[in-house]
């Protein structure tokens, strides 16, 4: 019995047309079978153990680099000429952080403590933490800002004060001394006698209180109820808003604690979150497209408005009393101390204020932070934080370790913070997010591209198996007997 070639054709036809159906509810089905691995993915939850040991251990390794600014004309400063100053460094650390006292609450959210701990890198830095350099003395030309409105004889024993502990106006001491700590009488002395005015009660180091430090306690949304909210901080050390400054707008906490933010983000996202070392909120604005490792990102940039002051940017008013655009006053967190954040070498600043020290060049690639971050899911790739650490320091009278200085605004020190994910955490990355779904991609575009094809060939087929039938039909017909008539 032969195979009856129509009848197959029909077969491969509604093969054709099943395919076509599977690929075309496929390109719908697909996004929301990917959206939906996505969210049980984010949502901070112990049972979605990968997802949930990323956000706790943060296992991805992140490294601090910070760069002195070294002094090589204190003695000319102190006589009222210009800084020159020569950027040492990096000297590196390796950044460790881990959550602690996790805390699940039935409202959606969960608190944490998250501490940090800081290890030298030799191999990573340019010397190490036995250099020397030497920086205005915080401690001297800090407190005689902060003492500009005290009474004279007040300010003169102030004076007196430095000079008996023998604290000059610049400090020359190592690396390590500076970032960590140095044995000071003064800090000794107001340590017992005026508990509270310095930041640390042991050694005075710039990075003294970071180390074997936690950031507050975080309270932040787990994305359970609403994926929109995952990682956004409800409170911070039981505070849903500041004090610190003079507006509702600058006392607000947003956005998310600066690891994770939630996902489905598109061009006109924003990155916000909140920096207990800033003492603010601060927000992050799209810049372009990019790809790391076959991953597709977003980079996300600081705005010109970030630090601007608020004459040129009303809505930061609320962070005054305001110097020149690009500089961010953190006294008021920083125990009154004149102390102010920038970008380094006062990159989108004023030019007055690069204007006012020599030996600065900033330049967006070596001085510009970005955060580079997968808008599927939320999570950052690759990441470049980077703040300038100033001082304002002038001439204050009756405080003659001031000198005759010059009203500056001084550059001390520069960080960056950075960290890109890599190795296994990469390639999983990789292969759930970007192969699987243009797997998938491929699939469905496959059946329906296939379906097609089967049905076209099909329907050919079947056409000329018609037409092979008719020919082979009329062909076996008995011929017509012709009849003769004759007309008489």
Same mark, same amino acid.
């Given at each position: 019995m032969g195979i009856n070639r129509a009848t197959v054709a029909v077969g491969f036809v509604v093969s054709g047309v099943l395919m076509v159906f599977f690929g075309t509810v496929l390109t719908f089905v697909?996004?929301?079978?990917?959206?939906?691995?996505? &969210?049980?993915?984010? &949502?901070?939850?112990?049972?979605n153990e990968m997802s949930y040991t990323m956000w706790k251990d943060v296992p991805v390794p992140f490294f601090m680099s910070v760069y002195f600014f070294n002094v090589l004309n204190p003695k000319e400063v102190l006589a009222g000429e210009k800084p020159m100053v020569e950027q040492r460094g990096p000297f590196v650390y390796r950044k460790q952080i881990q959550k602690d006292n996790i805390t699940f609450h039935a409202n959606g959210t969960v608190s944490y403590r998250e501490y940090r701990r800081f290890f030298f890198e030799p191999s990573m830095s340019s010397g190490d933490e036995s250099q020397v350099v030497t920086i205005p003395n915080m401690l001297v030309l800090g407190a005689a800002v902060m003492m500009e409105?005290?009474?004279?004889?007040? $300010?003169?024993?102030?004076?007196?004060t430095f000079k008996t502990f023998k604290e000059g106006p610049f400090l020359t001491k190592t690396v390590g001394e500076l970032m960590w700590g140095y044995d000071s009488g003064l800090v000794d002395f107001l340590n017992k006698y005026l508990p509270g005015m310095l930041p640390s009660t042991g050694k005075f180091g710039l990075f003294a209180e970071f180390n074997n430090s936690n950031t507050g306690l975080f309270t932040i949304h787990t994305g359970q109820d609403d994926i929109r909210k995952v990682h956004k901080v409800d409170s911070w050390n039981g505070l849903t808003k500041l004090s610190n400054w003079n507006s509702p707008q600058c006392n607000m906490i947003n956005g998310t604690a600066g690891q994770m933010w939630p996902p489905f983000m598109t061009r006109e996202s924003t990155l916000p979150f909140y920096s207990p070392d800033a003492c603010r909120s601060l927000e992050l604005v799209y810049q372009r497209d990019g790809v790391m490792e076959g991953i597709p990102l977003? $980079?996300?940039?600081?705005?010109k408005t970030l630090f601007a002051n608020g004459s040129e940017y009303p809505?930061?008013?609320?962070?005054?009393?305001?110097?020149?655009?690009?500089?961010?006053?953190?006294?008021?967190? $920083?125990h009154d101390s004149p102390v102010f954040l920038s970008h380094p070498h006062f990159f989108n600043a004023d030019p007055v204020l690069l204007d006012s020290v020599q030996g600065l060049r900033p330049t967006e690639d070596e001085h510009g932070l970005f955060i580079d971050i997968h808008p599927l899911t939320g999570v950052p790739l690759n990441v470049s934080i980077r703040l300038q650490l100033n001082l304002y320091m002038k001439k204050v009278s009756a405080i003659t370790e001031t000198g005759k200085i010059s009203e500056v605004v001084m550059p001390m020190i520069w960080f960056e913070e950075s960290g890109y994910i890599d190795g296994p955490i990469l390639s999983?990355?990789?292969?759930?997010?970007?192969?699987?779904?243009?797997?998938?991609e491929a699939m469905q575009y496959g059946f329906i591209a296939l379906g097609l094809a089967t049905i076209l060939i099909a329907s050919l087929v079947h056409h000329r198996e018609k037409v092979s039938n008719k020919e082979r039909a009329e062909g076996s017909r008995p011929p017509t007997e012709e009849k003769c008539v004759i007309n008489k």
């Open positions: 697909g996004p929301i079978i990917i959206d939906d691995q996505v &969210v049980k993915n984010t &949502v901070i939850d112990p049972k409105n005290a009474p004279f004889p007040l $300010r003169l024993m102030i004076s007196a977003y $980079r996300y940039v600081a705005p809505p930061n008013e609320g962070f005054c009393p305001c110097r020149q655009s690009g500089l961010l006053n953190v006294s008021s967190c $920083r999983t990355f990789h292969t759930n997010l970007v192969v699987l779904p243009t797997v998938m």
